[in-house]
């Protein structure tokens, strides 16, 4: 079976940064599409950026642009978002999660996901 395994959330203040990153193992890397998810307390699950199996391309949510980054290196089976600028809303579970290159549809459809990691906690102090 394939495993996510998030990691780099933490404590920050508004305003500052912090890297997560996502370690696949067991499945073929360079054949999945990599996304973020996050969970807010009380809130639903939410799209926060995706990047290609080839990682031509990039997908974002509005919130998130222009502060977040994501990219893969697939020599290491791993995908990064850094998150800069960071707000008290950023505060979440953030997962990563991954999908077949030719799994058809958005990249925010969250039921298009062959796998998922169990999360990582971010909070942001204001």
């Known amino acids: 079976q394939a495993q996510l395994v998030e990691s780099g959330g933490g404590l920050v203040q508004a305003g500052g940064s912090l890297r997560l990153s996502c370690a696949a193992s067991r499945l073929t890397f360079s054949a999945y599409t990599m996304s973020w998810f996050r969970r807010a307390p009380g809130k639903e699950r939410e799209f926060v950026a995706a990047?290609?199996?080839?990682?031509?391309?990039?997908y974002y949510a509005d919130s998130v642009k222009g502060r977040f980054t994501v990219s893969r290196d697939n020599t290491k089976n791993t995908v990064y978002l850094p998150m800069n600028s960071l707000k008290p809303e950023d505060s979440a579970v953030y997962y990563c999660a991954a999908r077949l290159r030719w799994n058809s549809g958005a990249p925010q459809a969250q039921d298009s996901y062959n796998y998922w990691g169990q999360g990582t906690q971010v909070t942001v102090s204001s």
């Open positions: 990047i290609t199996w080839t990682g031509d391309s990039t």
